[in-house]
């Protein structure tokens, strides 16, 4: 009898697992789907009034991340070939973590866009904010989003449940040498994004 109940437990935590991971999967298919929104290269990049740039992290010293600079410097490369009118840096303001925006900021500066074509959210302290007040406190309904080719598809998946029309513009300028940080961690980032979308709104 205990050997025909263990038997149970096991197979019903094998089952468990597989069906979790069936869900994990499913759950990121769906929002990889975006990926047709993402503009390749070669592309033409659809002209907007902004683009969305993401806040990827700051240095222990203060400097920006190698993924954020990318990020900013995808940005100025749209703004200066006249692709879009304005730059939205959204991203910590120091209040979580570190001051991603305003790094940002003055990084386009130095690199010659006027500080009245940028537009600053100091409150994007996670991808689910950055989409939500673009679209509620910034009025944005279409944009150009900013970051790199893993982070894309789920920027468009908030971005269009807040009813703003979006393509993506991978900023993937070089080698980032780690594998779990943009896409291992990401795989458990889309889920989590999911759950906000569909369970706690």
Known sequence: ???????K???????????GGMFIVGVNLAILARQSAIIRAGDQVPAAASALVFGG?????GSMSEMQEDRVRQGIELYQSGR??????????????????TAMRQYAIDNGVPEGDI?????????????KRAAEVYGVTTT??????FHLPRIIYFCEHFGIRTAGVPA???DYNSWWVPHGREILARLKGWLQITLSK
């Open 119 to 131: 537009l600053v959210d100091p409150h994007g302290y996670r991808t689910y904010l950055s989409c």
């Open 1 to 7: 009898m205990k050997r025909q109940w263990r038997r």
């Open 84 to 101: 879009v009118g304005r730059l939205i840096m959204t991203g910590d303001d120091g209040a979580r973590r570190f001051d991603e925006v």
């Open 9 to 19: 437990i096991i197979w019903g935590v094998l089952g468990g697992a597989v069906l």
């Open 57 to 61: 992290g700051m240095k222990p010293d």
């Open 144 to 149: 150009i989003a900013i970051s790199q080719s």
């Open 172 to 174: 993937d300028l070089r």
